[in-house]
T-cell receptor, first 112, second 118 residues
Framework: ELKVEQNPLFLSMQEGKNYTIYCNYS?????LYWYRQDPGKSLESLFV?????AVKQEGRLMASLDTKARLSTLHITAAVHDLSATYFC????????????FGTGTSLTVIP | EAGVAQSPRYKIIEKRQSVAFWCNPI?????LYWYQQILGQGPKLLIQ????????DSQLPKDRFSAERLKGVDSTLKIQPAKLEDSAVYLC????????????????FGEGSRLTVL
């Protein structure tokens, strides 16, 4: 059974601090996606990581992918309140084609 | 470019009643998904269509849930009869086929349909 696990599940951090969210998955996949969800809203795509070693950065967020370790990280630099949201990683499965499985989510609260 | 459209946005029904949700994907997107998101959890895949064919419905509770995509465009998800545990947001998403040159396979989500079963 495919598992996509994130940690931590809940993260409370002060503005200006750095932190990393981890996403581990249990099966072969060469693509990983990060999404953001604000309360009561739908999911917004943040990053698409298409190969081993891929690194993408947007503002204070940076995502990376290690397919050999089956691990992706989402690093937050100098957090600001606007980053408060729930972050999901998702993997798609090579062998069965375009099936996306989402992680458990990390609820981030940035405290002023 | 228009996004993924879903309706209704909100629905409240009593248990054992039926409900239907509609989704119109982004134009040209061959792959369509229905996800169930229970409060505080990640989206759970219910069914995946490629054009009008079902790719994966292994997690769809087929005794009460059904979905169709007759002409390979719009899709409908139906629940009959509803149970209390069906209270959730039902998300529709679409994507281009990942095999296309330049296709990232990225999912685009609709706003979701929030179902409350009393």
């Amino acid at each position: 059974e495919l598992k996509v696990e994130q940690n931590p599940l809940f993260l409370s951090m002060q503005e200006g601090k750095n932190y990393t969210i981890y996403c581990n998955y249990s099966t072969t996949s060469d693509r990983l996606y990060w999404y953001r969800q604000d309360p009561g809203k739908s999911l917004e795509s943040l990053f698409v990581l298409l190969s081993n070693g891929a690194v993408k950065q947007e503002g204070r967020l940076m995502a990376s992918l290690d397919t050999k370790a089956r691990l992706s990280t989402l690093h937050i630099t100098a957090a600001v309140h606007d980053l408060s949201a729930t972050y999901f990683c998702a993997v798609d499965i090579i062998l069965t084609g375009n099936q996306f499985y989402f992680g458990t989510g990390t609820s981030l609260t940035v405290i002023p | 470019e228009a996004g993924v459209a879903q309706s209704p946005r909100y629905k409240i029904i009593e248990k054992r009643q039926s409900v239907a949700f509609w989704c119109n994907p982004i134009s040209g997107h061959a792959t369509l998904y229905w996800y169930q998101q229970i409060l505080g959890q990640g989206p759970k895949l219910l069914i995946q269509f490629q054009n009008n064919g079902v790719v994966d419905d292994s997690q769809l509770p087929k005794d009460r849930f059904s979905a169709e995509r007759l002409k390979g465009v719009d899709s409908t998800l139906k629940i009959q009869p509803a149970k209390l545990e069906d209270s959730a947001v039902y998300l529709c998403a679409s994507t281009t086929y990942r095999g296309l040159a330049g296709g990232s396979g990225e999912l685009f989500f609709g706003e979701g349909s929030r179902l409350t079963v009393l």
